[in-house]
Every structure is written in structure tokens, then in C-alpha cells.
């Protein structure tokens, strides 16, 4: 009699590895696809929420498999101990928020961040390879539709595909460097072409925090070369190294110098971030906080007058630091700087089980990032931290295990039933989110009939009532429908929630239809206070001071709008500059020096 049991077992085993693969592949493509940052997402449209519905039934389907298929121990590595710290701080950290604790940062940096704990429960190490490849084709669909858009303009801003930032797309294409360089590791003359076609790519991008992280990575796989190669060889490799090495610092100096906006307003916000956080040192100010407070941080320092005039047109207002690691500090404070450096520790000292080198070439990717971060924002951006709590899960399976934990079996069938539960109520609340964003989206089209888009917008208020972009749109709804008062106070919760600037110009205008007029500048004055040259601000102020026949006021606005460069083109800004023109001209106020 044959016993089929065995083979019954393994083909079980084989379709479960299967549909976990193939729903983490989802996952991540439809991050990819539908979801460019962590928050302040630039459009809201259907399906937002897709990943995290994935995400949802994935882990259902996993606890609900370690029900049915219970496991004898559970093996932990250091790895997974010090990511969950950090998961653990950075929740926590949400108490010193002014916001609500559940807001839309929290909720998708955690939903994310559960990828790690699906790749860990899957451990076949040439499946996961084979996920890593479909990562890597991902990336070469953003180079192709990246190449798509710079085609009209060639116009290096333009060089971005699905993650919105030619910066982010720049640093997504360089992660996967190392790993396709591991592929055709035995071919020479395949990685010598692979790797002039990246400069020539990051040329064109003029992106230097990839240039540099790139040079990182050219330098292992140099230095890897050196050990595996004859003695015979080396001296005629090194006088290629080092002139390689000597003609990147270079280039990335010009870049430096083609650049120099870019760095001095970089500069402006590390200064002022550094000169502000102190206070926050030990707790942090909340993960996700910072856009807030950085708003309230940059309008004292300007209006106390310390910002060098010189640098005014730079000064904007950003969601990020550009220092992944000092946004770390100040948003989580010491505690959570502390764990993410343990964690960077830990992903360079950890002992593989396995010897291949494709270990290495994923230390080397997330090294790629963590160079990047040092400029930039990829923590920030959905697919990047994607890909690399991906890479970081499938490191922790191939390190050796630190703790190996016998598993109590009722207790264990207890943890996993109240986790399966949990999980369908994740999948319930994140259906109703996706339906309202859903609902959101289509009521664009009431625009011009904005009572019937508050009545809209007002059944979904309760799934969205922590985004920002939600608030704002219902608030100018309320506005047009002439509720100012309702419309002030959905403006005063988006404030909390998101820095957006024109939500003060929206609230002027509210405090205007009120006839309160000092309300009104005061807004407006927060305003040009905060961004200089934001002449929009400046437009209202001339506008208000004209309705209130204050010439003295509007001739010194309009002299000062003359004045104020723009740091980009604007059709807008020149227009706004036209009328005060006319209005200078109008009252005799020769405007030829301006």
C-alpha cells in the first residue's frame, strides 16, 4: 500500500509558498502603482487603499495557516527583535503628537511595515530570490515609463515613473543596482556596460545623493573583484579604480556646483530643524509631526529675521528634512535614533546561514539607501520602504536564528485565533477607507455644485477625518457654500494634520467674507511669513489693503511684489506682478527700478 501522506503534504506546502508569493508580489505592485508617498499623497484616487487590503487578507491567511498547520518553535533573530523596537518607538512616539494618534502616516508606515513580518514567515531561500528578481522588474518598468515622460521635454525633473520624484526614481533604480549586478556576476564585460549606462542615467537625472550612493556601491563590487582575481591583474585594476573614483568626485562636484538653490535651501531647513528640536531631545515631537512643526519653526525664524534675505526665494516649505536620520531624531527622539542605529548595526554584522552572494548584494542595496537617506527622503516614499523592509525580512531568513522558542500549543492557537481576528478587522476598516476615498474621488465632479459636495463629503467624514487633503477639500467646500464657520473650523483640524499652506490663504478668505479684516491679514501674514516668496500671500494682502483703502499698506506691498524674486517660473506670479504694476503706475510710483 503506498502512503500518499507524505507527498499530499509537500504539495501543500508548495501551494501555500505559492499564493504567499504571489500575494506579496501584489502587495508590492500595487504599492507601486497606486501609492507615491507614506502621506500627503498628491491624488487621492480609487483603489488607494488596495495594498493594504491585500495586506490585510495575506495575514489572515498566514495566521490562519499556522492554526491549521501548528509549528513545533519559532526562530528570532536580533534583527527582527531590534525592528520590532524600532516599530515600537515610533508608535509610541505618536503620544507627543498634537494630532490624532491614528493618523495617515502611522497607519501606512505600520501596514507596511508588516511586510516584514510576511516575508519572515516565509523560508525558501530560492523563492525569496525569485521575489527579489520580481522587484528588480519593477524597477526596470520605472526606468521605461520614467523614460516616457523625459521624452517630450528631456528635461531632468521629468525623469521620474510611478514614485513621482525624479530624486526617488533615481534612488529606486540604484537599490536594485547591487542585485543585478549579482546576477550576471560571472560576466564582466555585462556589469563593466551596466555600470556606465548608471552614470550616464544619473547624469541625466543630475540626482548627487544617487551619484554618491552609487559610487558606494561600483566601489564593492571593485573591491570584491580585487580579493577574487590574480595578483597579475591588480596594479592595472587599482590605476582604473582610481581614476574612476577621481572622475566621480568630480562630476559629483559639478553637480554640487550646477545645483547650488538646492543645497543653500537644504542648508536653511538642517539649520533651522537643529536650532529647534533640542527641547524635543529625549521624546521627539511624534512620527509624521514634523511638516507641522517645521511650519511654526520656519515663520519665527524668519519673522524674528535671522533668514539671510539673499536665500529668501529658496525658502519653501517641505514635508521632509532630507536627512532620513535627523528626521529619525527628531520625530522619535533619542530612543528611536538609538534603535535605528542598532538596527543599521545589526544589518552589517549579522552571520549569514547560507553562503551566497546575494546576502551581500542586499546589504550593499540598503547601504545604497542609507546614503540616500543622508540627502533625501526614500523613507518617505511607499515603494522604496517597500523594497527594503523587504530586503531587510529576507536578511533576517538568511541569518542564523539567536533564539529558538518552543512553542506552547494552546497558548499559541489562542495568539493566532485573536490574530486572525485582527486581521479581518483590519480588512473591514481598510474597505471602508478605500470606499471613501473612492467616494472622495468621484465627488470631483460636484465641484461647481458645492452643497451638494458637502453633503457628500460629510457621510465620509468619519473614515478621513485624519487627512489632511480630505479636510482641506471639505473646508473649501464649506466654503463655497458660504458655511465660513464650518469651514474655519475643518481648516483649524487640517492644520494640525498636514502642512498646507493655503489652508491659512483659505482661511483669510473666510474671515474676510466675515468682515474681519485683521483676522484676515493676520492669516495672510502667516503666510508670507512662512514662504517669502510665496506671492500669492502678498496678492491677498494688496487685495485686502485696496478694500480697505489703505493706500499706505498697498503701495509698500506692491513695491515689495515687485521686489520678491520668484523661485520658479509662474505664470501666476507674473500676472500678480502685472497688477501691482499697474497699481504703482496708477498712483504715480515710478516703477522703473523694480
Known sequence: MINIRPRSALAVRRIKLIVHELLIILIFFSIFFNNKYLYNSSNYVAGHYNFALIIGLTLFLLFLSEVLFKRSSIQITFMDIAFGLFVCVLFCSRLNSNFIFFNEILINFLLVASLYLIIRLHHDFYRLIGLLKVLCFAVVLEFIFSLINFYPSFRPLTFYGFSGNSGLTACLIVVAYPLIMCGVKNKTSYQIVLTIFYFVILTVIQSRAAFLSLIYAVGYFISVSFLSNSNQKKIIKKIFVIVAIVLAILFFLYLLLIKQDSISGRLIIWKIT??????????????????????????????????????????????????????????????????????????????????????????????????????????????????????????????????????????????????????????????????????????????????????????????????????????????????????????????LAQSNIDAYLLKGECYEKQKQFAKAEEMYNIVQFTIPSRLTAKSYLFNLYRKQNDSLNAKNIAIDILKSPMKVFSINGYKIKAEVKLYLDSIGVSTLLY
Open 274 to 495: 537643529l536650532s529647534n528640536f533640542r527641547e524635543y531631545f529625549m521624546s521627539g515631537i511624534g512620527y509624521g509631526e514634523f511638516p507641522v512643526s517645521y511650519q511654526t519653526w520656519q515663520r519665527n525664524y524668519i519673522s524674528s529675521g535671522q533668514l539671510d534675505l539673499k536665500f529668501a526665494h529658496l525658502v519653501d516649505l517641505p514635508n521632509n528634512v532630507f536627512n532620513e536620520p535627523l528626521q529619525i531624531f527628531v520625530e522619535t527622539g533619542l530612543a528611536g535614533f538609538l534603535s535605528f542605529v542598532y538596527l543599521v548595526y545589526l544589518i552589517y554584522s549579522s552571520k549569514p546561514c547560507i553562503k551566497s552572494s546575494i546576502i551581500q548584494a542586499m546589504k550593499v542595496s540598503l547601504g545604497v539607501v542609507l546614503i540616500f537617506s543622508l540627502f533625501s527622503y526614500p523613507f518617505h516614499s511607499m515603494p522604496i520602504l517597500a523594497f527594503v523592509i523587504i530586503i531587510l525580512a529576507c536578511l533576517s531568513n538568511f541569518s542564523k536564528a539567536d533564539f529558538h522558542i518552543i512553542v506552547k500549543p494552546v497558548a499559541f492557537s489562542v495568539l493566532t485565533f485573536f490574530l486572525c481576528f485582527m486581521s479581518l478587522v483590519i480588512l473591514w476598516e481598510i474597505n471602508k477607507k478605500n470606499k471613501a476615498v473612492e467616494s472622495w474621488s468621484k465627488s470631483n465632479v460636484l465641484k461647481k455644485e458645492p452643497r451638494k459636495l458637502v453633503l457628500q463629503l460629510s457621510k465620509i467624514y468619519n473614515q478621513l477625518n485624519e487627512n489632511g487633503s480630505f479636510l482641506f477639500c471639505y473646508a473649501r467646500a464649506m466654503h463655497e457654500s458660504g458655511n465660513y464657520n464650518a469651514s474655519i473650523n475643518l481648516i483649524d483640524r487640517c492644520i
